[in-house]
């Protein structure tokens, strides 16, 4: 009986392990992904047609605030 609750508590903690190790691996995935859309993404002021980055909050340009997204063309 003993070495049944030591199996079912050794399993238990591995399987919670591994649960948790899913969770942080999608979680870095998650961020990879956020990283790489971000460095392919173009922001369009659509007052003076500046191209910029998403990581600035306002046009480099003209200062405007106001964003088009510009999204990259997939190849064919």
């Known amino acids: 009986m003993f070495m049944g609750i030591t199996i ?3 399993w238990f903690a591995h399987s919670t392990s591994k649960v948790e190790s ?3 691996l ?3 995935k998650m961020d990879i992904i956020d ?3 971000n460095e392919m993404v173009r ?3 659509p007052y003076c047609r500046t191209i ?3 990581n600035r909050p ?3 340009n003209c200062r405007a605030n106001t964003k088009k997204i510009l ?3 997939m190849p064919e």
Do not use: G, S, W
Request: aromatic share 12%; net charge positive; proline share 12%.
């Open 8 to 10: 079912a508590a050794l």
């Open 22 to 24: 899913k969770k942080e």
């Open 26 to 28: 999608k979680k870095k």
């Open 35 to 37: 990283k790489h859309f």
């Open 43 to 45: 922001i369009e002021c």
């Open 52 to 54: 910029y980055t998403p």
């Open 58 to 60: 306002e046009c480099p």
């Open 71 to 73: 999204f990259p063309e």
